[in-house]
């Protein structure tokens, strides 16, 4: 829709007009994805992902903000809210709609995040009635690190400037009394709400390692912004998490957890428990345990598109991926149930 449009009818005014040109650009595009040098698998993939952005499990609201479920039902749009980090899986709208990247980070650091600096992961229209409840470790941390990418693909220093007071706030949020990392030492070992819709308790690889993307990202913006002591804070806590998750997460074939840090349940902060599984914060329930997902390089992923480097040893990445495939590549689904699926 072009922007300023206030009607339906301008819509299709707008397109009947300009049909010959909107054509000829998609077709432009597309041709160059289909003659693309890629492996068929991924471009398959990559097509896929795209063709979400024209569903409706995305919408623009009248003031031209950019919104999106998790997901679309038979009737309905599925999980509400543009879920920070549901969308942190996609890096699309940052390459080729910049303005609907933007529109999501400016909504996740707007008024979804509190005094505080927690990031309610999903936003509640009309925005600026209501928060949602809960802030969501491996969401707030991704949401650091794509304002970074669309920072680096823009260059737009103000843009970088008017958001950096935010980002701050979003990244010490971590370190409040009761929260992911209390202690300050860069391992979140409080209690983390996460993509799985439980809470996960002490260290482990899906949001520490987010984190030490969104403390590398806020380390390059700090010093861009001209915050070089919040840049090398950041650096330091960098250092010393990724050190630790190296020498005490990984156990040969891939990433686990590590249950023996957990602070004193009472001491938790309020707004960063579901009640999926925690109510019990000695022997909480749906922990990972030993399983090797597939989630647990997911920071690393979103780093490697925001040109972030390594962010743990580059050899513990690549024997995490060889493992993730050995344990969890199936050539069919045609045995697995319905809910042993999760789609990506």
């Avoid at 005014?13 to 698998?41: G, H, I, M, Q, V």
Wanted: aromatic share 12%.
């Amino acid at each position: 829709m072009p922007r300023g449009s206030k009607t339906l009818w301008a819509v299709a005014e707008y397109t009947a007009t300009n049909l010959p040109s909107l054509e000829k650009r998609t077709r432009t595009f597309a041709d160059a994805f289909a003659a693309s040098t890629l492996p068929a698998a991924v471009k398959e993939a990559a097509s896929a992902n795209l063709s979400t952005l024209a569903t409706t499990t995305c919408f623009r609201t009248a003031d031209g903000e950019f919104h999106g479920f998790e997901g679309s039902d038979d009737h309905r749009g599925c999980c509400f809210g543009n879920c920070t980090h549901v969308w942190n899986y996609e890096t699309a709208t940052a390459f080729l709609f910049p303005s609907f990247a933007r529109s999501l980070r400016e909504a996740a650091f707007g008024y979804s995040m509190d005094e505080q600096g927690g990031m309610r992961f999903r936003q509640l229209l009309p925005d600026g009635k209501q928060r949602y409840n809960i802030a969501a470790a491996d969401g707030q941390m991704g949401q650091i690190i794509h304002a970074y990418l669309d920072w680096k693909l823009s260059g737009d220093e103000a843009w970088l400037k008017t958001m950096w007071p935010r980002v701050k706030k979003g990244v010490e949020f971590a370190w409040i009394p009761g929260g992911w990392d209390a202690n300050r030492d860069g391992v979140l070992d409080g209690v983390q709400h996460n993509t799985y819709d439980v809470e996960f308790y002490g260290p482990n690889p899906l949001c520490g390692i987010y984190y030490l993307g969104a403390l590398r990202a806020a380390e390059e913006m700090g010093r861009a912004a001209g915050d070089d002591a919040s840049a090398n804070e950041y650096r330091k806590l960098f250092d010393q998490g990724s050190r630790w998750i190296d020498d005490n997460l990984f156990r040969g074939e891939f990433l686990y957890p590590a249950d023996s840090r957990l602070p004193s349940g009472p001491d938790f902060h309020r707004n960063l428990r579901s009640g999926m599984g925690s109510e019990n914060t000695e022997q909480p329930e749906y922990q990972v345990g030993a399983g090797c997902l597939i989630d647990q390089l997911l920071g690393q992923y979103l780093a490697d598109i925001a040109g972030l480097g390594p962010l743990v040893s580059p050899q513990h990445v690549r024997t995490t991926l060889d493992s993730i495939y050995r344990y969890n590549y199936k050539r069919s689904l045609v045995d697995m149930t319905p809910c042993s699926v999760r789609m990506l």
